[in-house]
C-alpha cells in the first residue's frame, strides 16, 4: 500500500505560480510512477502531469504543456508540480497517485493510490 500526502495548493492570481508537493510512503518509491490529475465536481477526472518510475520521462496533458513541470526527489519520496501562469480555469482540486503502468500515464483507471487532493484558486 502506498500513501499520498498533497500540498501546495492555495490561492493566487492569474499569472502567478504554485508548486504542489505530493508526499509518499509505504512501498519502495522507485517501483512506481506518479501523475497529478486535476477534477472538477461533477465530472471526470483530468489528467494533467505523469513522471516515470525513474524520473526519466515526464508526460503532460496539452492545456498545461509550457507552463507546468513534474519532478519528483526520491531521497524525500515527493514529486512536484510547478505550476507557471496559471490561469482561472487551472481553479480544480489537484490529486496526486500511482501506478504501476508504464504507458497509460493518462488514463485515471491506471492508478492505484490516490492523495486526499489538494485545491488550487486562481483569481483572474
Known amino acids: 500500500q502506498v500513501q499520498l500526502v498533497e500540498s501546495g495548493g492555495g490561492l493566487v492570481q492569474a499569472g502567478g505560480s504554485l508548486t504542489l508537493s505530493c508526499t509518499a510512503s509505504?512501498?519502495?518509491?522507485?517501483?512506481?510512477?506518479l501523475g497529478w490529475f486535476r477534477q472538477v465536481p461533477g465530472k471526470e477526472r483530468e489528467f494533467v502531469s505523469a513522471?516515470?518510475?525513474?524520473?526519466?520521462?515526464?508526460y503532460y496533458a496539452d492545456s498545461v504543456k509550457g507552463r507546468f513541470t513534474i519532478s519528483r526527489n526520491v531521497a524525500k519520496t515527493t514529486v512536484y508540480l510547478q505550476m507557471n501562469s496559471l490561469k482561472p480555469e487551472d481553479t480544480v482540486v489537484y490529486y496526486c497517485?500511482?501506478?504501476?503502468?508504464?504507458?497509460?500515464?493518462?488514463?485515471?483507471?491506471?492508478?492505484?493510490?490516490w492523495g486526499q487532493g489538494t485545491q488550487v484558486t486562481i483569481s483572474s
Open positions: 497517485a500511482t501506478t504501476y503502468s508504464s504507458s497509460d500515464y493518462a488514463k485515471s483507471l491506471a492508478y492505484d493510490y
Open positions: 513522471i516515470s518510475r525513474l524520473g526519466g520521462s515526464t
Open positions: 509505504g512501498r519502495t518509491f522507485s517501483t512506481y510512477a
